[in-house]
């Protein structure tokens, strides 16, 4: 083998070695004994490298994830892509990731980094040690016995999460194949609360803007 060996020879090589026709391979491959013929003589070859289109350019699809990320208010919600890092969120997200460091920040945002980081959101510790315990009690997550929920520290205390991922079926694009649509929801109800809370808050400083800038009219 000869690093300037074309694929088309060293297919056609391991045929012979081993007496195959090339009918015989091109059935086993699925291709047609023509398409394995172009190959092996140079008149095809491997498809070129698809490019990966940025998150703006995926028209209607982008407009589908928001879609998504908005009907999950008042749970925090965050599309990614296959490195974690951060394409879009909803309003609910927003006060989770206001406060990062800037060596956690980004940018990009990567949301492994910003889960698990010790400055970032992540009581990953609690989560360790909620391994293997037995029944739950004070403000363990009920739903304990079923998954293993995410606690995160923030400014407005720990917080236990169920977290679920949503994806396109049938992509017939990489970068919308890569994408996950990440949906934090409450895994108890002091969070409900504190979720519930901070979209009041978020709606009433929104009309407060809206009637300020005169909108709202009565």
């Not at 398409?35 to 990966?52: D, F, K, M, Q, V």
């Not at 739903?143 to 929920?149: E, K, S, T, Y």
């Amino acid at each position: 083998m000869h690093p300037e060996e074309s694929v088309g020879t060293l297919v056609k090589r391991w045929r012979e070695q081993r007496r195959r026709s090339q009918l015989d391979v091109s059935l086993a491959a699925d291709l047609s004994a023509k398409h394995l013929s172009y190959i092996e003589t140079g008149r095809a070859g491997l498809a070129p490298p698809h490019r990966e289109r940025p998150f703006a350019d995926l028209g209607i699809a982008k407009d589908a994830v928001h879609a998504v990320l908005t009907g999950m208010d008042p749970n925090p919600a965050v599309a990614v892509n296959v490195r974690w890092d951060l394409l879009a969120m909803n309003p609910a997200m927003r006060p989770f990731l206001s406060d990062l460091p800037e060596d956690v920040a980004g940018p990009p945002v990567n949301m492994l980094r910003a889960t698990l980081h010790p400055d970032g959101l992540a009581g990953l510790l609690a989560e360790l040690e909620s391994y293997g315990t037995a029944a739950p009690s004070g403000n363990s997550a009920p739903a304990g016995d079923l998954v293993v929920p995410l606690q995160l520290t923030t400014p407005y205390g720990d917080l236990d999460f169920l977290y679920g991922a949503t994806v396109f079926g049938s992509p017939r694009d990489v970068t919308l194949d890569e994408i996950a649509i990440e949906t934090f929801f409450p895994a108890n109800a002091q969070t409900a609360a504190v979720l519930r809370s901070l979209a009041d808050n978020r709606l009433h400083v929104e009309l407060h803007v809206e009637r300020s800038s005169g909108m709202v009219r009565a």
